[in-house]
């Protein structure tokens, strides 16, 4: 079993259309990250946290330490939305990364 | 914005061959990280580095894999005799503080694209 687990591998959407990813893992961890990861290749941080809820544009992350899920949020969502969305644990001073979600937002 | 380098983006090498790849942290991180992600599959840890030490290394980061800081602005990973396997995108990444501790977030460079003949 992976220790991060993420869903939907897969995701299509209508531009517009509110967009949730989900995250669940099986370790202790300091912190959870989400990542987008662009058709180049190149990662970029979105988010980290260890509790409560972020919100960063149309973004939004939550998570719950007590049931080791967090979900991450896209409103109004766009085209240019479409990337691979990766769940990310901090444990010790390594990552642990999720496959990633690939999204893709039609316009 | 400071952003992570790395160099070269893309290298082609025959089987056996050693290569170093290399990047630039951005100036004022302590802690340097190397993942790496095979085509199609997630992104792996390789090894963290603090203070010209290895902090923290994987399973995979094996007797033919060595990280430096040759000097105050480079971070090398070298992998010695490389294999088919090794094929894969290699990402650097740099914090200011400890991930655990500090709760950093990591900036990470474009990648290298290895191809082992």
């Known amino acids: 079993k992976n220790e991060v687990e993420q869903s939907p591998q897969n995701l299509t959407a209508q531009e517009g259309e509110f967009i949730t990813i989900n995250c669940s893992y099986s370790v202790g961890i300091s912190a959870l990250h989400w990542l987008q990861q662009h058709p180049g290749g190149g990662i970029v941080s979105l988010f980290m946290?260890?509790?409560g809820k972020k919100k960063h544009g149309r973004l939004i992350a939550t998570i719950n330490i007590q049931e080791k899920h967090s979900s991450l949020h896209i409103t109004a969502s766009h085209p240019r939305d479409s990337a691979v969305y990766i769940c990310a644990v901090t444990s010790g001073s390594r990552l642990t990364f999720g496959e990633g979600t690939q999204l893709t937002v039609n316009p | 914005e400071p952003e992570v380098t790395q160099t070269p983006s893309h290298q082609v090498t025959q089987m056996g061959q050693e290569v170093i790849l290399r990047c630039v942290p951005i100036?004022?991180?302590?802690?340097f990280y190397w993942y790496r992600q095979i085509l199609g599959q997630k992104v792996e840890f390789l090894v963290s580095f603090y203070n010209n030490e290895i902090s923290e290394k994987s399973e995979i980061f094996d007797d033919q894999f060595s990280v430096e800081r040759p000097d105050g602005s480079n971070f090398t990973l070298k992998i010695r005799s490389t294999k088919l396997e090794d094929s894969a995108m290699y990402f650097c990444a740099s914090s200011e503080g400890r991930l655990a501790e500090n709760q950093e977030t990591q900036y990470f460079g474009p990648g290298t694209r290895l191809l082992v003949l």
């Open positions: 946290l260890s509790s």
């Open positions: 100036s004022n991180h302590l802690y």
